[in-house]
């Protein structure tokens, strides 16, 4: 398949979360968009690994091309599961004081 | 490489000090020990003397500069530490804690000021942000502290999805996660290669998202709520060894990466530089909140910060550390003053000098440095950047302009000056003000002025 269509796959994804982080209201609804941009990155990241392998078949480079992007997508798999777990902590913590998860109540600080 | 370690080690026995000992103020005396060991660790890094030899496969590029801004963020912390600890310990119960967090965000400032390759960047940025979200809700009760925390996290986890996709697409580009700098030949016609669509893209994203990281507009919007509802001890440290480090990533990230982008590239940043003198400046004159005021003056900071990137050049980097220095100073003083205050409005301060005369001489030199009058460590740092611009040539009005904000923010701070000496009134204090605090404070005051006075006192430690 072409590289393109995992482009676009993972551009569309990434639009997704975006507009829900954007326009979403729910404190955890925002916080799943996130994730869901972070998980298009990271199937970027391994189509792209893929994409330059196949390049670099038959050349020097052949045994480590398109390896780190591999291990990227671990790195971001483990700080997105860090950022969850503060995430969700500070989620509870709202909602422990307010009984609520609305993000309408941020705008309260404005005044 | 040292302070990598030690501050990630000092963290894990801040927080094991916590069940040992319940001792609030000892607790502090163990975190500032911990941070002279860290000072000391990278001064020693400096000049050769490693706690382990570690291969880091050239991911990790330990450079005179990083490692020169390691020791300012570190020295600035520890009189952070010095001066506000028992404010710290007011917090909340898990003071302990609290250290453990600030050595954590010490040790991604560490990395965000010797990565070499976004893989680097990506994690400093993380471990220096994910404990500050925790520092801003430290407050647990308190709504505003809640909602800070909230949106600071939302905001940050949002500008860290940005990041990696514009990582994830300069990847695709150029096939590795190298900070680049080289032009790339291509083989068969011995030209330099074709910039691709998806890496402007992707430095574009970059772009944005370390705008957010440091507040520059127009991706200010979270700052002011955040510094304003979080605990004032962490603002203080957020808005300035954070955002000093924010700023060192910055630098370094884009210092390699201007060819790509070519002319458009200063037309953006200064778009984005006049924006942030702009609306940090004109918003900060009207606040009624001296808290919400200096968050709003730390947005016109970043703007005179982003000369550094504009200018390029060596004098920027001198630059940047003598403004990480100067502005750090000037704020911790001015936010340990302001902590003791009970009333954070402009009013609250009426009569400052009468009461407490060190308190208002101590916050009036820290102001005056902030607004960049001559004489304090501010001018020489605002000096040094609009300098670099002037040496890299051909945007001499976008000097002019700086200068005329910079005038512009003489006006807010001053305000306060006025309201401390000029004014009638009670400016009440939260209980008595300890000798030691006073000491601290004009020991910092001292060191403005000296700073102002031989600016290269800094610049020659840089190189020496």
Redesign the interface.
């Given at each position: 398949m072409p590289?393109q269509y995992y482009?676009y796959l993972?551009l569309t994804l990434?639009s997704i979360?975006?507009i829900g982080?954007l326009t979403r209201r729910n404190?955890i609804i925002?916080?799943m968009c996130?994730e869901l941009?972070?998980n298009?990155?990271n199937l970027?990241?391994v189509a792209?690994s893929k994409?330059?392998y196949g390049?670099a078949i038959g050349t020097p480079q052949e045994a480590t091309?398109?390896l780190?992007?591999q291990?990227?997508v671990f790195?971001?798999m483990v700080?997105a599961a860090?950022?969850v777990s503060?995430?969700l902590?500070?989620?509870v913590?709202?909602y422990r004081?307010?009984h609520s998860v609305d993000?309408n109540?941020?705008n309260?600080?404005?005044n | 490489m040292n302070a990598i370690i030690l501050s990630a080690l000092l963290g894990v026995v801040m927080m094991f000090s916590g069940i040992v000992t319940k001792n609030r103020t000892a607790i502090t005396y163990i975190a500032i020990a911990g941070l002279i060991v860290l000072l000391l660790g990278n001064v020693l890094n400096t000049y050769g003397v490693f706690v382990l030899h570690i291969d880091t496969h050239s991911m990790l590029n330990f450079e005179k500069f990083g490692l020169f801004f390691n020791s300012i963020a570190i020295a600035a912390t520890l009189i952070y530490v010095v001066l506000s600890g028992r404010d710290i310990e007011k917090v909340g119960v898990n003071v302990a804690e609290y250290y453990a967090l600030i050595f954590f965000v010490l040790c991604g400032v560490s990395i965000l000021s010797s990565f070499s390759g976004l893989l680097m960047l990506f994690l400093g940025i993380e471990i220096m942000s994910i404990p500050l979200y925790i520092l801003t809700g430290a407050d647990k009760r308190n709504l505003k502290s809640n909602e800070a925390s909230l949106k600071y996290f939302l905001m940050g986890a949002f500008s860290t999805g940005i990041m990696l996709m514009g990582i994830a697409l300069i990847y695709g580009a150029t096939g590795s996660f190298g900070l680049g700098g080289t032009v790339r030949i291509t083989a068969a016609t011995g030209l330099p290669m074709h910039t691709s669509f998806l890496e402007v893209a992707g430095l574009l994203l970059l772009f944005v998202s370390m705008c957010f990281k440091v507040s520059a507009a127009p991706f200010h919007f979270w700052t002011p709520d955040v510094y304003d509802g979080a605990p004032s001890v962490f603002t203080s440290f957020m808005a300035t060894i954070v955002k000093a480090a924010g700023f060192i990533a910055f630098v370094r990230l884009f210092d390699a990466h201007t060819e790509v982008l070519g002319p458009t590239w200063k037309l953006l940043l200064a778009f984005v530089i006049i924006a942030t003198l702009l609306i940090g400046n004109v918003t900060a004159v009207f606040q009624q909140s001296i808290k919400r005021m200096l968050a709003y003056s730390s947005i016109a900071q970043a703007g005179f910060m982003l000369f550094a990137l504009y200018g390029g050049n060596d004098l920027a980097k001198e630059g940047i550390l003598l403004y990480t220095v100067a502005y750090s100073l000037a704020t911790i003083g001015i936010f340990a003053v302001l902590i003791k205050m009970k009333d954070y409005t402009f009013d609250g301060f009426n009569g400052l000098a009468q009461k407490e005369p060190v308190l208002a001489f101590t916050s009036t030199i820290c102001l005056l440095s902030l607004a960049g009058i001559p004489l304090t460590a501010g001018f020489f740092a605002k000096y040094y950047m609009l300098a670099s611009v002037v040496d890299a040539g051909g945007s001499l009005w976008l000097v002019i302009v700086a200068v005329f904000f910079a005038a512009i923010s003489v006006y807010y701070y001053f305000r306060v000056i006025q309201a401390m000496y000029f004014k009638e009134g009670e400016a009440a204090t939260n209980g008595v003000i300890s000798q030691g605090f006073k000491t601290g404070l004009l020991i910092v005051a001292g060191l403005i002025l000296l700073f102002g006075v031989f600016p290269s006192l800094v610049l020659n430690a840089f190189y020496f």
């Amino acid at each position: 398949m072409p590289i393109q269509y995992y482009i676009y796959l993972c551009l569309t994804l990434f639009s997704i979360g975006i507009i829900g982080v954007l326009t979403r209201r729910n404190a955890i609804i925002v916080f799943m968009c996130v994730e869901l941009m972070l998980n298009a990155v990271n199937l970027l990241l391994v189509a792209f690994s893929k994409m330059h392998y196949g390049l670099a078949i038959g050349t020097p480079q052949e045994a480590t091309a398109g390896l780190d992007a591999q291990i990227f997508v671990f790195f971001i798999m483990v700080v997105a599961a860090a950022e969850v777990s503060v995430g969700l902590a500070i989620i509870v913590m709202m909602y422990r004081n307010t009984h609520s998860v609305d993000i309408n109540f941020l705008n309260r600080l404005k005044n | 490489m040292n302070a990598i370690i030690l501050s990630a080690l000092l963290g894990v026995v801040m927080m094991f000090s916590g069940i040992v000992t319940k001792n609030r103020t000892a607790i502090t005396y163990i975190a500032i020990a911990g941070l002279i060991v860290l000072l000391l660790g990278n001064v020693l890094n400096t000049y050769g003397v490693f706690v382990l030899h570690i291969d880091t496969h050239s991911m990790l590029n330990f450079e005179k500069f990083g490692l020169f801004f390691n020791s300012i963020a570190i020295a600035a912390t520890l009189i952070y530490v010095v001066l506000s600890g028992r404010d710290i310990e007011k917090v909340g119960v898990n003071v302990a804690e609290y250290y453990a967090l600030i050595f954590f965000v010490l040790c991604g400032v560490s990395i965000l000021s010797s990565f070499s390759g976004l893989l680097m960047l990506f994690l400093g940025i993380e471990i220096m942000s994910i404990p500050l979200y925790i520092l801003t809700g430290a407050d647990k009760r308190n709504l505003k502290s809640n909602e800070a925390s909230l949106k600071y996290f939302l905001m940050g986890a949002f500008s860290t999805g940005i990041m990696l996709m514009g990582i994830a697409l300069i990847y695709g580009a150029t096939g590795s996660f190298g900070l680049g700098g080289t032009v790339r030949i291509t083989a068969a016609t011995g030209l330099p290669m074709h910039t691709s669509f998806l890496e402007v893209a992707g430095l574009l994203l970059l772009f944005v998202s370390m705008c957010f990281k440091v507040s520059a507009a127009p991706f200010h919007f979270w700052t002011p709520d955040v510094y304003d509802g979080a605990p004032s001890v962490f603002t203080s440290f957020m808005a300035t060894i954070v955002k000093a480090a924010g700023f060192i990533a910055f630098v370094r990230l884009f210092d390699a990466h201007t060819e790509v982008l070519g002319p458009t590239w200063k037309l953006l940043l200064a778009f984005v530089i006049i924006a942030t003198l702009l609306i940090g400046n004109v918003t900060a004159v009207f606040q009624q909140s001296i808290k919400r005021m200096l968050a709003y003056s730390s947005i016109a900071q970043a703007g005179f910060m982003l000369f550094a990137l504009y200018g390029g050049n060596d004098l920027a980097k001198e630059g940047i550390l003598l403004y990480t220095v100067a502005y750090s100073l000037a704020t911790i003083g001015i936010f340990a003053v302001l902590i003791k205050m009970k009333d954070y409005t402009f009013d609250g301060f009426n009569g400052l000098a009468q009461k407490e005369p060190v308190l208002a001489f101590t916050s009036t030199i820290c102001l005056l440095s902030l607004a960049g009058i001559p004489l304090t460590a501010g001018f020489f740092a605002k000096y040094y950047m609009l300098a670099s611009v002037v040496d890299a040539g051909g945007s001499l009005w976008l000097v002019i302009v700086a200068v005329f904000f910079a005038a512009i923010s003489v006006y807010y701070y001053f305000r306060v000056i006025q309201a401390m000496y000029f004014k009638e009134g009670e400016a009440a204090t939260n209980g008595v003000i300890s000798q030691g605090f006073k000491t601290g404070l004009l020991i910092v005051a001292g060191l403005i002025l000296l700073f102002g006075v031989f600016p290269s006192l800094v610049l020659n430690a840089f190189y020496f």
